[in-house]
């Protein structure tokens, strides 16, 4: 074996050259550049490390159920709160600062729930009146009259009026035209029952009591229309919460049902 001794890197490509007959892979690819022009250029390019693809992004975790929950505990509160401070103090004399208060969330917490005390109103009667229609139609007396079916539902609805006159009085004046996030759900509320009645006077066209050639939303239009009428001749104090269902309503239903026909 030849022991060789370098003091350069040009010495040992010399010795490697006399020894194997090969030319420095420097030399080589100069060669090559020569007949393929570009040839350094491209293997430079190969050889350089690739940029990192980016990553897609990531979806949002779906909102945990208990932080569901959390919201929907603090609308309850607010709700109760502002229920119990209208019937306490009178809806004109509560501030949203001290519905925030009694709830225990900040007054920022309130407008997260509520546009406004108005909105706010409209939160607290929508519960208060679904659970009263829900209640009404669950204990219909299915065998009955049209009429008296009516009467029922009705019934329920100003027992639910009643029990808070001052709160309701408040309600019926700031319901029309609400236009808060709570009012629209009270507007698709409404019409939700509205399609209710008209499904009552469908079955009573299938009964035989009401001209099949009748619109039954029509008609429960009509009907919701001397309800509130009713409604409003008992908040105004022109008549009492029984005389208003009967027979303030009553006479008006069995008027509508008989026509204007001689």
Do not use: C
């Not at 569901?68 to 229920?83: F, M, S, V």
């Not at 019937?87 to 509520?114: I, N, Q, S, W």
């Not at 008209?198 to 050639?213: N, S, T």
């Amino acid at each position: 074996m030849v022991i060789l001794r370098a003091r350069s890197v040009k010495e040992i490509a010399a010795v490697d050259r006399r020894l194997t007959g090969r030319r420095p892979r420097q030399q080589i690819a100069r060669s090559m550049s020569k007949v393929i022009p570009g040839a350094t250029k491209r293997r430079k390019r190969a050889a350089a490390p690739r940029a990192p693809v980016a990553s897609a992004p990531i979806a949002p975790a779906p909102e945990r159920g208990g932080r569901a929950q959390q919201k929907l505990d603090t609308r309850r509160r607010i709700r109760d709160a502002a229920w119990a401070l209208f019937t306490e103090l009178g809806y004109d004399d509560t501030t949203t600062k001290a519905v925030a208060e009694r709830a225990e969330v900040a007054t920022g917490t309130v407008f997260v729930h509520a546009r406004d005390k108005p909105d706010l109103l409209m939160m607290v009667m929508h519960d208060r009146l679904a659970a009263a229609v829900d209640a009404a139609f669950e204990a219909l007396p299915r065998k009955e009259p049209l009429l008296a079916q009516l009467l029922h539902v009705f019934q329920r609805l100003f027992a639910m009026y009643g029990e808070q006159p001052l709160v309701s009085q408040a309600f019926v004046k700031a319901f029309p035209g609400a236009s808060g996030p709570n009012g629209e759900r009270l507007n698709a509320l409404t019409f939700a029952f509205l399609h209710r009645i008209a499904g009552l006077v469908r079955d009573a066209q299938a009964r035989g009591e009401v001209a099949g050639d009748i619109d039954p939303l029509a008609a429960a239009h009509n009907v919701f229309a001397l309800y509130f009428a009713a409604l409003l001749s008992w908040l105004s104090g022109f008549v009492t919460l029984g005389a208003a269902l009967d027979p303030v309503l009553k006479s008006s239903l069995t008027l509508q049902f008989r026509g204007l026909r001689a």
